[in-house]
């Protein structure tokens, strides 16, 4: 059974740091991109970032570009995206999910989802 | 950025019905397009891929079909565990955007 668990969310003041995990099980977890997906309170869904497979490829949307970094242990089956410089307006519940492409390739279809992690961004 | 809308926003419907969600992009995506549902609380689940694909495991009751810029999803006879509010998604370009929701309600 496919399983993405995230964990390290929680309070952090603005202009702090956070990293957050993503621990997957149930697949070949090198053969797959992952994703960062995230959902302010109430609000809709904000695509965040990817990784691929082997790690050698990555994207950030623009709104987090330069302040977040996205990585991958394949020997831990874990992504972890390193946040800082937070911003209120990051206040969200980050969902990590799995591409739906096994493969080197990023399809930006995502068909398993952890349960979700919130951020809370406040002084 | 790629602007997705959908109609309603919200609607209201009785089991047994046939429920339709209209998205829109801002330009043409092709069918890159995906649907999904979220249960309040819980991850969004994928629904239909490549906008008429039925995701495995999903029942033949939810269906999907466009191209271009303009896209149906469908509930074809509305049961109660269908209540959630339901999303479209393009890739065609970068980055992935998600329509706003539509929140079905029984």
């Known amino acids: 059974e496919v399983q993405l668990v995230e964990s390290g969310g929680g309070l952090v003041q603005p202009g702090g740091s956070l990293r957050l995990s993503c621990a997957a099980s149930?697949?070949?977890?090198?053969?797959?991109?992952i994703h960062w997906v995230r959902q302010a309170p109430g609000k809709g869904l904000e695509y965040v970032s990817a990784i691929s497979g082997n790690g050698g490829s990555t994207y950030y949307a623009n709104s987090v570009k330069g302040r977040f970094t996205i990585s991958r242990d394949n020997s831990k089956n874990t992504v972890y995206l390193q946040m800082g410089s937070l911003r209120a307006e990051d206040m969200a519940v980050y969902y990590c999910?799995?591409?739906?492409?096994?493969?080197?390739?990023?399809?930006?279809?995502?068909?398993?989802w952890g349960q979700g992690i919130l951020v809370t961004v406040s002084s | 950025d790629i602007q997705m809308t959908q109609s309603p926003s919200s609607l209201s419907a009785s089991v047994g019905d046939r429920v339709t969600i209209t998205c829109q992009a801002s330009q043409d995506i092709s069918n890159y397009l995906n649907w999904y549902q979220q249960k309040p609380g819980k991850a969004p689940k994928l629904l239909i891929y490549?906008?008429?694909n039925l995701e495995t495991g999903v029942p033949s009751r939810f269906s999907g079909s466009g191209s271009g810029t303009d896209f149906t999803f469908t509930i074809s006879s509305l049961q109660p565990e269908d209540i959630a509010t339901y999303f479209c998604q393009q890739y065609d370009n970068l980055p992935p955007t998600f329509g706003p929701g539509t929140k079905v309600d029984i």
């Open positions: 999910a799995r591409d739906r492409s096994g493969g080197s390739g990023i399809r930006y279809c995502f068909d398993y």
């Open positions: 490549d906008a008429s």
């Open positions: 149930g697949f070949t977890f090198s053969t797959y991109a």
